[in-house]
């Protein structure tokens, strides 16, 4: 799945909550040396912009290219927080309600006193095209998204779902329409973790349009990646987001979104979605991970030229280093857990749990455990240092790495905060899950 192409979903339809998207929005160590670093916005920043953003709509890479059967992302954090409206103390300490009636009387004639001379004596003429300038801000806010509805477990006709987890399903489409309810009923249950608020949670998808019949891109479709997301926190439409919440790791879940649930009144035109279309889900729950989650599995200890690793539970690992050792000159890795899941590729997005120590003294920098938040990141994106960017492509899912990164893959010869200049890193690496995002 890439950017560059329509997707089957889009962003939330509610007001993001502050932990939504990426809670460890910082980069391990700090921003990247030199001018040309990438940028990541967190969702805390994104969330107070003010309006809303249209459901459906998300940013597309420059010069990208639109098709009609490639699988697409749904996640997009580009909805905007509610602005508020400041008001003021109706009877201030000190001023009884008659005075401060006057007073706003007088300063009313006052300003409008000015505002009439300025316009009588500007170029000895009226300007009768000007408003006050904060008119427009006494406008209360207009949402654009109509309510969702609640989620129900059945309705009078629900479609017809054949197929295995983990394959793509087939879906018949009924005769009659849809009762327009938001149902989310639960085909067969998994034995994995739930999914809560927050948890970093990847899923694989089948789609069709009950209105029209027709088929929505697959996530199974064309080498396709599953799609990771914070489930609950509106980065996605809610018939995806708010589907997931509850249910376990494992579980094929049937959807029936109305288009309150989905793209709204406005559909998705790229697609071929009307305004009035009623949409069709198959999810597969692949895994699901809490922002403090960590991998588990037998230990290989590191070689002796190796920094040793303490597994500190879900506190930062401690890092001894080898005494005497001479600084790195190339990127090392060593598996310290051995993951079962897939190998991640070169742009996938990752959830990772990390920490940072310096090479020479084993002294710790950054860790997202101490902050009991999961970071993400596309791999090869420039994003991260190179070392993390090299280091972590081909690793399996579910794997913790050692890396022992030179000063050159790291921060070099500037340095960053508690990183000296020309220092090597050590990071112990957990890769909890990997995918479309």
């Known amino acids: 799945m890439t950017e560059k192409t329509p997707s089957p979903g889009g962003a939330g339809t509610a007001a993001n909550d502050s932990s939504a998207g990426d809670p460890a929005a910082s980069r391990p160590g700090g921003p990247l040396p030199g001018d040309g ?73 006052l300003a409008g006193s000015a505002v009439t001379l300025y316009l009588v004596n500007k170029d000895g003429k009226s300007d009768t095209a000007a408003k006050p300038a904060d008119a427009a801000k006494s406008a209360p806010p207009t949402p654009t998204a109509d309510p969702v509805p609640p989620i129900k477990d059945s309705a009078k006709v629900l479609p017809t779902v054949t197929g295995d987890f983990g394959k793509k399903a087939e879906i018949q489409v009924p005769g009659e329409a849809s009762d327009g309810s938001f149902v989310v009923k639960v085909l067969t249950e998994g034995t994995g973790p739930k999914v809560d608020k927050n948890s970093w949670t990847s899923v694989d998808y089948t789609a069709k349009d009950w209105t029209t019949g027709k088929d929505i891109p697959s996530s199974y479709d064309n080498n396709g990646k599953p799609q990771i997301f914070q489930a609950g926190t509106d980065a996605l439409i809610p018939a995806l987001d708010q589907a997931v919440v509850g249910k376990k790791a494992g579980s094929r879940v049937l959807v029936v979104a109305p288009p309150a649930a989905a793209f709204g009144s406005q559909g998705k035109a790229d697609m071929s979605i009307g305004a009035k279309d009623d949409l069709i889900f198959v999810i597969d729950i692949r895994n699901a991970n809490a922002p403090d989650s960590m991998v588990s599995g037998t230990v290989t200890p590191p070689p002796a030229d190796f920094p040793q690793v ?109 990183i000296p200049p020309g220092a090597p890193l050590v990071f112990v690496v957990d890769i909890l899950d990997a995918g479309q995002g």
């Open 310 to 418: 303490k597994d500190n539970g879900k506190k930062p690992a401690e890092i001894t280093p080898v005494a005497g050792a001479k600084d790195p000159t190339e990127l090392k890795s060593h598996v310290l857990i051995k993951g079962t899941g897939p190998a991640v590729e070169k742009g996938e997005k990752v959830v990772v749990q990390y920490t940072g120590a310096l090479f020479k003294d084993g002294k710790m920098f950054d860790s997202s455990l101490s902050k009991g938040q999961a970071f993400s990141f596309p791999v090869g994106g420039g994003q991260v240092i190179q070392g993390w960017d090299q280091g972590l492509v081909g690793q399996t899912v579910g794997s913790r790495v050692e890396l022992v990164i030179p000063a050159a893959l790291a921060y070099g010869d500037k340095g960053q905060g508690d």
């Open 37 to 109: 670093e990438s940028i990541v916005v967190p969702p805390s920043i994104l969330k107070q912009q003010a309006g809303w953003a249209q459901p459906g709509e998300q940013p597309r890479a420059s010069g990208g290219t639109k098709t009609d059967d490639t699988p697409q992302i749904f996640a997009s954090t580009v909805r905007r927080g509610d602005t508020s409206e400041a008001g003021y103390d109706e009877n201030p300490p000190g001023v009884g309600r008659l005075g401060v009636i006057l007073g706003t009387v007088l300063a009313v004639l």
